[in-house]
Structures are given as C-alpha cells and as structure tokens.
C-alpha cells in the first residue's frame, strides 16, 4: 500500500501527525473516520495522485500520530484542535491552501477547519456524516440503536477503554461489519493495519476523547458558530452511502444546507464506508469536484 508515496512525521505543536504524500498538482488531504487509520484511503489516493498532491494522514489519537494526554474538558482532542494539527501539516509541507476530503470522524475535522481556517481551503468534501450539531439536537430511537457508539465511547474514563481492550480486534472487524452495506468486503491487510493500531491502549483512550469531546467542547464550538451564523463558505461536496444510517435517516442536502452556502452532493451505491465500498464511484466524484 502507497508505494509511490514517501513517509513524514511531522511536529505540530508538540503532537507528531503521521503522514504519507504522492503524485503532483493541486494539493488535497485526505482523513480518514473511525476506527480506522489513513489505510482507508489507499484506493482512492492513489487514483487521485495521478492529476493531485495528495496527503493522508491519521488523526492526533489514531494510527501512528501522536496520542497527547487527556483533558478534563476533552478540548485535547475537540475538533479544533485536529483541524489545526492538519493546518500545521499541510503547512510545513509547502500547502498554504488545499483541498480537503473528510470521512466519518475526519469529515468533522473537515467541517470545523473550514469554519476556523476559511483562508487555508479551497474546497471540502464530507463524507457519510450530518453535522455533530444537527446529530445530537434529533436523537430518536433509531440513532440511539444504530449510533449507540457515540453514547458508549462518550462515556466516563475508563469504562469503554477497558471493556474495548478486552476484545479491540473483534471491536474493531464487529464495527465495520455493522456499519458497511449488503456485501461488502474490506481488504484484510488494511483491517490488519486497523488492528495492528487500535489495539494500542493509548489509541483506544484517545479514540473515546475525541467521542467525549464531540458530546461536550465541540458542541459548545458549534453553538458559537450558530449564534453567529458562521457557515462553510467555500464550495462543499457532501457524499453519502445510500444503505447507511444517513442516507436512510437524514435529508441529507436539507441539512448541510443550514450549514454551507455553496452546497453539491448525492448518494453513493454502499454503507457507511464509501472509499473502500465504492471507490470507484468515489474516485469519480472527487475528480470531477476537485480543482484541476
């Protein structure tokens, strides 16, 4: 996986970010969801690095970035914080401004860097989620039974830290079997690398810190915004899994419309996890979005 891509850990403000860089052009960086790592990508980056500067990376907490200490308000690992680390990155690699895709966990990443770092974008693309504002204000009983993830890992340390480490792998292949649509397969030497890194304690700590800070400081960030009217303003894809619970839960335009003025997207034929589900039909809308 990305042979033609070369290494970097680079320091951003004292938490190291794990990345990998390929192909020439314009820049993009790709992130990834959970319980995943930049693996998710490979696909599809690869694809793209053939007209684009792509850069994956892992997440401050996930993969081989760095894990910094927890804080009592969770704010270490707030969305503000990792859209910053990525602006750090993407910085000391030469790209001042970029194109951002952003699935599951790394699409709120994407959203809050648009909204605290509007000059470093040039376009975004979210995939397969609603805003984590709009998620918790319309939780019913089909969100609580389908993203009862978000409830459990937000939980008080340590009781999901211990209770995933019993069993990370099984956590791990259960949660992509649940969350993927009819059929899907992944390919096992990147479910390896999923394991070989979430089963680190200090991944599984980290991990829960960032659903802890989804329920509590980036929730006060976004009620900042709203009471402003701070939107997305640059242009913004939005891509969905037409079998997943956001693509049968959610009008999923009529939300992101409350959120961004320059609006595009449709459904794709997968679950959740559209960049190994459906890359090809990934890759197609992400070149014919992206800048050229």
Known sequence: MFTEFTTHDIDVEGVRIHARVGGEGPPVLLLHGYPQTHVMWREVAAALAQSHTVVVS????????????SETDHSSYG???????????????GHN??????????????????????????RAAVLD??????????????????????????????????????????????????????????????????????SDPEAIRASCEDYRAAASVDLEHDEVDAAASRRITCALLVLWGAHGFVGTHYDVLEVWRRYAD?????????????????????????????PS
């Open 58 to 69: 892992d997440l401050r907490g996930y993969g081989d970035s760095g894990k910094p200490a």
């Open 79 to 93: 969305k503000r914080a990792m859209a910053a680390d990525q602006v750090g990155l993407m910085t000391a690699l």
């Open 97 to 122: 401004r970029f194109a951002i895709v952003g699935h599951d966990r790394g699409a709120r990443v994407a959203h809050r860097l648009c909204l605290d770092h509007p000059e470093h974008v040039d």
């Open 129 to 198: 989620i609603a805003p984590t504002r709009h998620v918790f204000a319309n939780v019913d009983r089909a969100l609580a039974t389908v993203y009862d993830h978000w409830f459990f890992l937000a939980e008080e340390p340590d009781l999901p830290e211990v209770l995933i480490g019993g069993a990370p792998e099984y956590f791990v292949r259960r949660k992509l079997d649940q969350w993927s649509g009819p059929g899907a397969v992944f390919d096992e030497e990147a479910i390896s690398e999923y394991v070989r890194c979430f």
């Open 262 to 290: 320059d609006l595009r997207g449709h459904a794709l034929d997968c679950g959740h996890f559209l960049p190994e589900e459906a890359p090809e039909q990934t890759i197609d809308a992400l070149r014919d979005f992206l």
